[in-house]
């Protein structure tokens, strides 16, 4: 025999066992061993002494009874289940790309060390170029990578220019390793945003959809942004 206290909804809020519990409170309903193995499943609830069967079915907090969901509800929560797994699988997806590439082994992790990896590089870079570029600012040097990963400003269009401001060629051949790493650590961050903008596009998507057919078909044939320089 088993105790428990219920919440308007007939889902048990607590437990007592008498074996365990010296004090069992008042408003404690008793209940068999098989009741509350049900009740432990989170596929029962139990209102006024009946045992219900609540899988798939909703809350109506007007009638105060369980009812069976509409075919809007039903598509809704599996709108809402989908995008959730949509959100766990695009998470998946980056973590192992990055983790591919030693940037941590969570997607937690493999972001953080690419913000701190970005935020050292720059540093380097800017201090580098202040000796000979007094006024340079570290949007000017994000600029010139995105330029540089676009395709629009060259490994030679930084040399040359470089070699304007008065560096040697010994500093420069130092600073091109710095210049290359902190593009690839860019490269790479834009490519974790292009593929959340893939995920919001799917998302919106899914949101339209009229059917659970049309939500497995989108589902079906998510193709995700591939890596720089390498293939989903």
Not at 38 to 59: H, N, P, R, V
Not at 65 to 75: A, D, I, S
Not at 111 to 133: A, G, V
């Amino acid at each position: 025999m088993k105790y428990a206290i219920f919440d308007e909804k007939g889902l048990p809020k607590v437990f007592f066992d008498p074996t365990i519990h010296k004090s069992i409170p008042k408003d404690a309903v008793e209940i068999s061993e098989d009741i509350w193995r049900k009740l432990l499943t989170g596929k029962y609830a139990y209102i006024d002494g009946k045992l219900i069967e609540i899988t798939g079915k909703i809350w109506d907090g007007k009638k105060k009874v369980w009812r069976e969901k509409t075919k809007k509800e039903k598509l809704e929560e599996y709108k809402q289940n989908k995008i959730a797994g949509l959100n766990r699988r695009t998470k998946e997806y980056i973590a192992k790309v990055l983790k591919e590439s030693d940037w941590g082994d969570t997607y937690e992790e493999a972001l953080s060390e690419l913000q701190n990896s970005t935020l050292d590089t720059e540093t380097r870079i800017l201090y580098f170029l202040k000796s000979k570029i007094a006024d340079i600012t570290l949007t000017q040097i994000r600029e010139k990578i995105a330029l540089h990963l676009a395709g629009q400003y060259t490994t030679e269009d930084l040399q040359k220019e470089l070699e304007e401001k008065g560096f040697t060629q010994e500093e420069i051949e130092k600073f091109l390793p710095l210049f290359a790493e902190a593009a690839e650590v860019a490269s790479l961050i834009y490519w974790t945003e292009e593929v959340w903008k893939h995920e919001e596009e799917l998302e919106g998507a899914i949101q339209k959809a009229g059917s659970i057919e049309e939500i497995d078909q989108l589902m079906s044939s998510i193709q995700f942004p591939p890596p720089p320089g390498g293939e989903s």
